[in-house]
C-alpha cells in the first residue's frame, strides 16, 4: 500500500518521564522521616522505668529532665553532671533558674537506682527553690 504523503514524517515530541522521578522522591521522603523517628529519644538518657497505673504519656513543652542512672550518675537533660554542679547547671541553662521554677521537672530513675540517689536529688532541687517534679514511669 502506497502512502499519501511519502515526505512527510510525523515528528515526535521530547517526553520527560515524571513517574519515576516521584517514586525517588517519595523513597527519600520515607527514609528522611524514618532516620529522624529514630534518632529522637522522647525524654533524656534512656533508663529502665518503674511501672505505676497512673502513668501520663504527655509532658509540658520542654522540661527540665534528671534522670539518675543505677550507678548514681546523673544527667541534667543529655549532659552528665555531679550533683554538687547541679545548681550552676541549671543556672547555666536559658533563663537560669528562674525559668526552671516556672517548669516542671522530670525525674527520670532507673528502676534499679538506689533511693538515696532519687532523695539526693530531690533534697539538691529543694535547695534551689525548684518544688514541681514529675516522676516518669511506663505504663502498666
Same mark, same amino acid.
Not at 515530541?13 to 519515576?20: G, L
Given at each position: 500500500? !502506497? ?23 517519595? =523513597? ?20 529502665? =522505668? ?9 509532658? !509540658? ?31 547555666? =541553662? !536559658? ?46
Amino acid at each position: 500500500m !502506497p502512502k499519501l504523503f511519502p515526505g512527510r514524517k510525523q515528528k515526535r515530541s521530547p517526553r520527560i518521564e515524571i513517574i519515576p522521578m516521584v517514586d525517588v522522591m517519595f =523513597l527519600l521522603l520515607v527514609f528522611y522521616i524514618l532516620s529522624s523517628l529514630a534518632l529522637k529519644h522522647p525524654m533524656g538518657i534512656p533508663v529502665n =522505668l518503674p511501672a505505676a497505673d497512673s502513668s501520663e504519656q504527655g509532658t !509540658p513543652q520542654q522540661p527540665l529532665v534528671l534522670t539518675i542512672k543505677p550507678d548514681g550518675r546523673y544527667y541534667l537533660n543529655k549532659d552528665e553532671v555531679r550533683l554538687s554542679e547541679l545548681a550552676g547547671a541549671i543556672e547555666a =541553662l !536559658p533563663g537560669g533558674i528562674q525559668a526552671a521554677r516556672k517548669t516542671n521537672i522530670v525525674l527520670n530513675a532507673d528502676l534499679t537506682s538506689q533511693h538515696r540517689y532519687v532523695v539526693a536529688a530531690l533534697d539538691e532541687l529543694r535547695k534551689l527553690g525548684l518544688n514541681d517534679f514529675l516522676i516518669a514511669t511506663e505504663e502498666k
